[in-house]
């Protein structure tokens, strides 16, 4: 079957860097999502991973190890704005994105 | 209107109503989901629909049904709602229905079923 795990809170302060991972099972693989989701918003798109390796958009990048069923955020220079939730999502055998409970980053001045 | 949007923002119903939630995009995409989200569970997908005219069961559909009689609406039926069915309820659509394409959401509706 499919499994997402992400740990469930993390706390990082301002101007640092934070790592998120996400491990999953998945019976085939369509590549690896991130999402943000501010408390009380909608998710919004990060990155698109399909491919082993780091991938970098500005103060965040993803990483991607298919072999090891296992990706990560970074984020740089923290903001207090990025204190949101990170979701990992990946596509089961019938395309249909599968979410993990997400993770909340807390961060502090 | 520019993307996606959900009616009504949160409702409060009596156990054993009827209630849809409404969803709409302007962005012409083929593919809609609606997901609930649950403290602690993350979010998981009710209903699908690839494209106009049809409509696929996700995760968790039963108490739920959905139409797709065009490529801009996608409403959610909660034909006679019960307690567990409270929850926060995100209405999204792609491009594409492939699992590839980059999900937008709309802005969700709280619902509490007393």
């Known amino acids: 079957g499919q499994n997402i795990d992400q740990p469930t809170e993390m706390t990082a302060t301002e101007g640092a860097i934070v790592q998120i991972n996400c491990t999953y099972q998945?019976?085939?693989?369509?590549?690896l999502f991130w999402y943000q989701q501010h408390a009380g918003e909608a998710p919004t798109f990060l990155s698109y991973?399909?491919l082993d390796g780091l991938e970098e958009k500005g103060r965040f990048s993803s990483f991607l190890s298919r072999s090891k069923g296992y990706s990560y955020l970074l984020l740089k220079e923290l903001q207090m704005k990025d204190s949101a939730s990170y979701l990992c999502?990946?596509?089961?055998?019938?395309?249909?994105?599968?979410w993990g409970a997400g993770t909340k980053l807390i961060i502090k001045p | 209107i520019a993307g996606i949007t959900q009616a009504p923002t949160s409702q409060i119903l009596a156990a054993g109503r009827r209630m849809t939630l409404r969803c709409t995009q302007d962005?012409?995409?083929?593919?809609m989901y609606w997901y609930r989200q649950d403290l602690g569970l993350g979010l998981r997908l009710i209903h699908y629909?690839?494209?106009?005219?049809?409509?696929g069961k996700g995760e968790v559909p039963d108490g739920y049904s959905v139409s797709r009689a065009n490529t801009d609406d996608f409403p959610l039926t909660l034909a006679s709602a019960v307690p567990s069915q409270t929850s926060v309820y995100f209405c999204?659509?792609?491009?594409?229905?492939?699992?590839?394409?980059?999900?937008?959401f709309g802005p969700g509706t709280r619902l509490t079923v007393l």
């Open positions: 991973n399909v």
């Open positions: 629909s690839n494209t106009a005219g049809t409509t």
């Open positions: 962005m012409r995409h083929n593919a």
């Open positions: 999502a990946v596509p089961d055998s019938n395309y249909q994105l599968i």
């Open positions: 999204a659509s792609s491009d594409g229905g492939g699992g590839a394409d980059t999900q937008y």
């Open positions: 998945t019976s085939g693989f369509n590549g």
